[in-house]
């Protein structure tokens, strides 16, 4: 297992609201290399429901977040999406760690409409779950995760 900042608990909690807001938003060619959107309109989809109470939900948790845990959560969106394979995490954390420093990360983790669908696979790719009252059907495994402390 890869050691994390961020705990599983929290991680979890910002899949269950991006999960929320994940059946309204349009899906985007996704094909863009690590650092690129993949979506040339001035807004993202996710960005479309800023008026959404859960959308500001899901800005407000991951912007309180200290750097650390941000980086870890850009680091899993991109090994869920393929960017880094899971043994490259350390290397995708420490590239995560550039972008958090320039304050970038926070918009491309919460306006990324696969966000959940990639922090589940990372997670699962990195030998953690949610526990299934947490997520939605085949989010989880079987007997969740462990949820509290640093990891």
């Known amino acids: 297992m890869a050691d994390l900042n961020i705990t599983v608990d929290k991680v979890c909690e910002i899949i269950q609201h991006a999960q929320e807001l994940g059946g309204k938003a349009q ?4 094909d863009s290399p690590v650092g690129g959107s993949g979506d040339d309109s ?9 008026g959404d109470p859960t959308y500001q939900i899901l800005v407000d948790l991951i912007e309180e977040l200290p750097p650390d845990e941000q980086a870890d ?3 899993m969106l991109w090994v869920g999406r393929g960017d880094f394979d899971v ?3 350390e290397d995708a954390q420490s590239r995560a760690n550039d972008e958090v420093g320039e304050g970038i990360a926070p918009q491309r983790i919460i306006d990324h409409p696969l966000l959940a669908e990639y922090l589940i696979s990372s997670l699962q790719d990195l030998g ?4 299934e009252d947490r997520v939605e059907d085949g989010a989880a495994g079987p007997g969740g995760a462990p949820s509290g402390g640093m990891l």
């Open 27 to 30: 899906p985007i060619d996704d």
């Open 42 to 50: 001035p807004l993202s989809p996710m960005q479309e429901y800023s």
């Open 73 to 75: 959560l850009l680091a």
């Open 87 to 89: 043994t490259e995490f």
């Open 128 to 131: 953690y779950e949610c526990p």
